[in-house]
């Protein structure tokens, strides 16, 4: 999905207001920061700031990182009060630490190499103090290809009017992925743009996850099922 990241981050930012609630999206995570008492945070995967604008809204000490640019420079543009880095999940590195890392949007699905996984885990785990919260969500395998299917999604924002086309296929190796091939057509009452973009995305088994959150120093302390995802909640050990 590098266009819809980089080229067209403007889509992204169009689209996704109407494909995600957000005000629910951000209650999910402040319940679970509340809980655990976290209120500086990392926001890995902030793509254009959609959830930033309510952390920094609630008075969280924030900082979102996403790998692309071009959605940065939306998100400072959307929250400007909010601090914004480019970086890479697999390799961040700083000099402060926070209470929580989230990795939103499951992102995490874009690593399917299994030694990004890891790395990603301990790239967290630097990022965080001493049990410090790590949450993120997944896609669950084998529960994601029971019903995968092609589908169409139609959104209107403004006046323009924006139709993905996706279609979905299981890959054989390496298990647990799929190849998401999206078409792109977007009409704003004078020009019709169009675009395909075309990734790998990754499930996991619940097994795999604890077993790699365990290699790298945390402890589960929650897992909230949502069906065809699920959400984990660990500490930093």
């Known amino acids: 999905m590098s266009q819809l990241y980089s080229t ?30 976290s209120h500086k945070i990392l926001e890995i995967g902030c793509g254009t700031g959609l959830l930033a604008q309510r952390f920094v ?3 969280y000490d924030y900082l979102g990182l996403d790998l692309h640019e071009e959605m940065l420079q939306i998100a400072r543009s959307e929250v400007p009060s909010a601090k914004f880095i480019q970086g890479d999940m697999c390799n961040m590195q700083f000099k402060e630490q926070f209470q929580a890392v989230l990795i939103t949007g499951r992102s995490l699905a ?43 999604q139609n959104i209107e924002h403004g006046s323009k009017k924006i139709k993905r086309i996706n279609k979905l296929k299981k890959i054989i190796s390496p298990a647990e992925t799929w190849d998401w091939n999206a078409k792109y057509i977007i009409d704003d009452g004078v020009t019709i743009t169009e675009f395909e973009d075309q990734t790998t995305l990754r499930a996991f088994t619940r097994k795999d996850i604890n077993e ?8 589960v302390k929650e897992i909230i099922d949502e069906g065809k995802t699920f959400t984990v909640v660990a500490e930093k050990k």
């Open 8 to 37: 067209f981050a403007n889509i992204y930012h169009e689209m996704y207001q109407h494909i995600f609630d957000y005000d629910k999206e951000f209650e999910f995570y402040d319940a679970i920061l509340k809980k655990n008492n």
């Open 57 to 59: 809204a609630n008075g």
């Open 110 to 152: 874009y690593i399917i190499n299994d030694k990004e996984v890891l790395d990603t885990f301990i790239s967290v785990s630097n990022a965080l103090v001493y049990k410090g919260t790590f949450v993120f969500g997944v896609f669950e395998a084998p529960a994601i290809f029971e019903d995968m299917h092609d589908f169409e």
């Open 212 to 219: 790699k959150l365990k290699i790298t120093g945390f402890a």
